[in-house]
């Protein structure tokens, strides 16, 4: 059984246009986060939700929304994609909120923006 | 401003040999450490945490050494086989988590 699954791996779209990647958890963790892995593998924390509530939202821009159902999934929406946008995307989830102890990475999905 | 940084971008070992990676922090109030590994094409996957209060942890056959004077975290890998090929991450907790650059280690058969 996969722990955090994430869809799509793979996404190849044009600028402008909106995608959503989806991330769902299945051990029962109340934290969950979206990262950015840009082409030099730096990992950025994007977003950090807590039980569907907000609680990190780091310099992101607006066109980036998270979106928490039940706090087993945490979807990524991104509007008016760019070419910077391009990155892979890591959904992660953890058992403590902050930051702290294990974080259970996904698969990532690798978005390419044309 | 915050980074955590890593000494060596790349490194390569012989297969049995020890691995040393390192990595330094500039916020001297990050009071945890992590270690990631991430192999090509997958997701990071946690290795070992050091809390500021100590100056070492051992896992099975890694050690992550602590020094606050410096601000200096290392990871130290025995015997390092082929499977340990990956990129390794360094991160900090200082109010929010940052990941340092990677550094990917390469093992030779």
């Known amino acids: 059984d996969t722990a955090v699954s994430q869809t799509p791996k793979y996404l190849v779209t044009q600028m402008g246009n909106d995608k959503s990647i989806k991330c769902e958890q299945n051990?029962?963790?109340?934290?969950m986060y979206w990262y950015k892995q840009d082409s030099k593998k730096f990992l950025k924390i994007m977003f950090s939700?807590?039980?569907?509530?907000?609680?990190i939202n780091e310099t992101v821009p607006n066109r980036f929304s998270p979106k928490s159902p039940d706090k087993a999934h945490l979807n990524l929406h991104i509007n008016s994609l760019e070419l910077g946008d391009s990155a892979v995307y890591f959904c992660?989830?953890?058992?403590?909120?902050?930051?702290?102890?294990?974080?259970?990475f996904g698969p990532g999905t690798r978005l390419t923006v044309t | 401003g915050e980074s955590v940084g890593l000494h060596l971008p790349t490194l390569s070992v012989q297969e049995g040999d020890n691995s040393i990676i390192n990595c330094a922090y500039s916020?001297?109030?990050?009071?945890?450490f992590i270690w990631y590994k991430q192999e090509s094409g997958k997701g990071p996957q946690f290795i070992i945490d050091?809390?500021?209060?100590?100056d070492k942890r051992q896992g099975q056959r890694v050690t992550v050494l602590l020094n606050k004077t410096v601000k200096h975290l290392s990871l130290q890998i025995a015997a390092t086989q082929p499977g340990d090929s990956a990129v390794y991450f360094c991160?900090?907790?200082?109010?929010?988590?940052?990941f340092g650059q990677g550094t990917e280690l390469s093992v030779k058969p």
């Open positions: 992660a989830s953890s058992p403590q909120q902050g930051g702290l102890g294990e974080q259970y």
């Open positions: 051990l029962g963790h109340d934290t």
């Open positions: 939700y807590n039980n569907k509530e907000l609680i």
């Open positions: 916020n001297s109030a990050s009071d945890y």
């Open positions: 050091i809390r500021s209060n100590m």
């Open positions: 991160a900090e907790m200082g109010g929010k988590l940052i």
